[in-house]
């Protein structure tokens, strides 16, 4: 059985940079596609980014591309998603995902391709 704990959430003020960490409990973390979504109230889950299990090539979407950078260390079972140029428009629950995978396929941008999440960690940007 997995569980994920998301940490590094709280209130920044634009322009800063902050550090999400995901902490994985289950085996084979190797073996697990993490992702990383956010969610404002009343809005669906939004896709921002994926690692496979070599760390590679991970995906981005657009919105943060540029800005954000996933991470893992496999030997810690942990993930991280570093936030960097924050505005208001960031601020969002944030929740890490993990899904059996190999590599990196079109459908990892989307929920169900976890099975398995967090219970999220709250981002807020505000002056």
């Known amino acids: 059985q997995v569980q994920l704990k998301e940490s590094g959430g709280g209130l920044v003020h634009p322009g800063d940079s902050l550090r999400l960490s995901c902490d994985f409990e289950g085996s084979a973390f190797s073996t697990y596609i993490i992702a990383w979504f956010r969610q404002l109230p009343g809005k669906e889950r939004e896709f921002l980014a994926a690692?496979?299990?070599?760390?590679?090539?991970?995906q981005y979407a657009d919105a943060v591309k540029g800005r954000f950078t996933i991470s893992r260390e496999n030997s810690q079972k942990r993930s991280y998603l570093q936030m960097d140029s924050l505005a208001p428009e960031d601020t969002a629950v944030y929740y890490c995902?993990?899904?059996?995978?190999?590599?990196?396929?079109?459908?990892?941008?989307?929920?169900?391709?976890?099975?398995?999440w967090g219970h999220g960690t709250q981002v807020t940007v505000s002056s």
């Open positions: 995902a993990a899904g059996v995978g190999y590599r990196l396929y079109p459908n990892s941008i989307r929920t169900g391709a976890y099975p398995n």
């Open positions: 690692v496979a299990g070599s760390g590679r090539d991970p």
